[in-house]
């Protein structure tokens, strides 16, 4: 009786897991593309990168392994069993963030989801201090953070790794000019595009470490 419901419950897992891979890598072209066409009407979206995106593939590995093992040797091991079930419920965790998560950049301020089922939104001026994170080793890499003035985290995707540099360009645009870019205002705007570089905010940003201060309101 165990062996067969341990049957069906790792055949269902697979057929989940195998179905699931198809349809985060359509989905996750489908938004790139209409993400690239946003970028004209000022709104920048950035997701998973593309060695994330293929980490999905890994989900059906126990599944299957499990599988031809109660359909071929039928043993049970209930603390494999359960091992196996934790690693995959991580790998099925992981392939909904690939598939949810984005970051979104846009003249009303910054709009991210992470896991959860609704996205967080925040308008710039809650932006109080910017980190940069020199790398330790030749084998890591630079990181960014923004974050308000109770310690959260603002656009968790990183500027550096995933070549987004718009929200560095707009605190840059608030430091030199001691107020929050207008996005709505073309003459705001203009400036902002000339600071949406990596050599107009990388070194810049690199050679502070840190700013702070930047913040008109807390949430």
Known sequence: MLSTFLTIFWGCLLVLTVISIPYILISYEVHRRQDKKRESAGIYVRRVNRFEIFSCLASPFFPLIFFLSMIYDGKINLIQDFIALIFTSIFLM???YIHVAYVKISPEGVEQRILSTKPTS???NVIDSVYYREALSIDDQDIVGFYTKSGKHIAAFCPIIH???????IVRFRIENERWPDMNNSGDVAQVNLLDT???TIPFFRERGEVSGLADVDM
């Open 94 to 96: 992981f392939s909904w």
């Open 122 to 124: 925040y308008p710039f």
């Open 163 to 169: 070549g987004n540099y718009r929200l560095l360009a």
């Open 198 to 200: 990596w050599g107009e």
